[in-house]
């Protein structure tokens, strides 16, 4: 897709979704760091409901370090993975005490350090934390990245580096949540809603 034809793409998905923007509650770093790692196969809405207990019990790395994993699970059970994301983000503060004195690094490289930190979390972080010009692909991405000819691969790898020769990199930040918010209220897995999607013409949907 030729750049004009992406911008021409962004805009209309500027006006369908005019406050997209990260969903998830949190008021630092720390707290978007865990709200993400929480929120692999949930909503950010059922996080939402848990985070602001968990946080008010572990505000910051160094507490939720010492906490035992039998002591988190009842906190975030309603989301699902629970023993695996208790796991996971204990681990995750033990590293930003011991290797970051309690700061999430800026690079992606040493985000992906951090236990149960991927690639998709990592780019988040770095997008709405950081500012920094990233695309998180997440199941909604990939499926309405394809379906709008943006790209052509299940590899979400693949998929962020063709939407990011696609748009320029200025336009990263709101590529990531405007495609977020397309797949979540509008170009949905199940029922999309056809009917009133403005890019019809150029579905690639079977
Ligand atoms: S026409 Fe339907 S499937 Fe295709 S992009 Fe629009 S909402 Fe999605």
Not at 163 to 181: I, N, S, T, Y
Request: contains cysteine; positive net charge; glycine residues 4%.
């Amino acid at each position: 897709m030729f750049m004009d034809k992406s911008n021409e793409l962004l805009s209309t998905l500027k006006e369908l979704f005019p406050n997209a923007g990260c969903e998830l509650h949190y008021r630092n770093l720390f707290e978007l760091l865990i709200a993400v790692s929480l929120s692999a196969q949930t909503t950010d809405k059922r996080v939402n409901q848990v985070t602001s207990a968990l946080f008010s019990h572990y505000p910051t790395s160094k507490e939720l370090s010492k906490a035992k994993e039998e002591e988190i699970y009842p906190y975030i059970q309603s989301l699902g993975l629970a023993k695996t994301k208790s796991k996971h983000i204990i681990a995750l503060s033990k590293k930003l005490e011991e290797e970051f004195s309690g700061q999430i690094p800026s690079t992606r490289e040493k985000l992906m350090s951090l236990p149960g930190v991927g690639r998709k979390t990592a780019n988040v972080i770095l997008s709405v934390g950081f500012k920094e010009p990233a695309i998180a692909v997440d199941t909604h991405i990939a499926r309405v990245a394809n379906r709008l000819g943006l790209a052509c691969s299940t590899d979400v790898l693949e998929i962020e580096q063709s939407l990011m020769k696609q748009f320029q990199e200025k336009d990263w930040c709101d590529v990531h949540h405007l495609l977020l918010f397309f797949g979540r209220y509008l170009c949905k897995a199940q029922r999309p809603e056809c009917d009133r999607c403005p890019f019809v013409e150029q579905c690639k949907k079977s």
